[in-house]
């Protein structure tokens, strides 16, 4: 059985039903496209493939789900829309991009390969940093670049701790939403040029 010889809703009946060599096919039909769509996000071989087997994993384990899919390539979509937001956020949670602006450093200190990625990542945190209010921002910087502790803000600014608290708690918010925000488009473009 292959792809040219089967109709894609008999493949697609035949993995939900567990058939494995039938997943295979679809895989492998289905790789290169997956593949090019998170190699534009990620500019990194190493994630791409890591992102196209997280997308293929989330479809085989969820693969009683597929008998309710009328079109696959669809369905592909949203579930590789998924998986790269998500991984591309992981990314930045798990390299503590938060904490590494306490000790001054960039993220790509810590990067082994796949800077790109990486230095973006961090490119669009210090954007998400350059547009907090001028207050927050100060105080959020004395906070995590400059790794002073909040009785310290709290005294040199000649505000309450809480105050402190509120600006770090809101900042963070803030960075955090204006990153989902950014990958979110970066993955949606991608995805206008590769499931078209």
């Not at 890591?50 to 997308?55: F, N, W």
């Not at 904490?99 to 961090?122: C, F, K, R, W």
Request: proline share 3%; aromatic share 8%.
């Amino acid at each position: 059985m292959n792809l040219p010889t089967c109709s894609e809703k008999e493949l697609i009946a035949r993995v939900t039903s567990g058939d494995e060599r039938a997943f295979h096919l679809l895989f492998n039909h289905y790789h290169p496209l997956v593949y090019a769509f998170a190699r534009a996000i990620t500019r990194s071989s190493f994630l791409s493939e890591e992102i196209v087997q997280e997308v293929f994993m989330k479809i085989w384990s969820s693969r009683e789900q597929l008998a309710r899919v009328e079109h696959f390539r669809p369905y592909l979509k949203v579930v590789a829309k998924n998986v790269a937001i998500n991984h591309i956020k992981r990314i930045a949670l798990e390299r503590s991009i938060f904490q590494d602006l306490s000790a001054g450093n960039t993220v790509a200190n810590h990067v082994t390969g796949d800077e790109v990625i990486t230095n973006e990542l961090q490119q669009i945190i210090n954007d998400s940093i350059a547009a907090l209010p001028p207050r927050q921002r100060e105080i959020f910087l004395m906070h995590r670049r400059d790794n002073m502790k909040q009785q310290e803000i709290a005294a040199r600014a000649k505000i309450s701790i809480h105050t402190v608290k509120e600006h770090v708690r809101k900042a963070t918010a803030s960075i955090r939403a204006y990153l989902d925000r950014r990958v979110e488009i970066i993955v949606m473009a991608a995805l206008q040029e590769f499931f078209r």
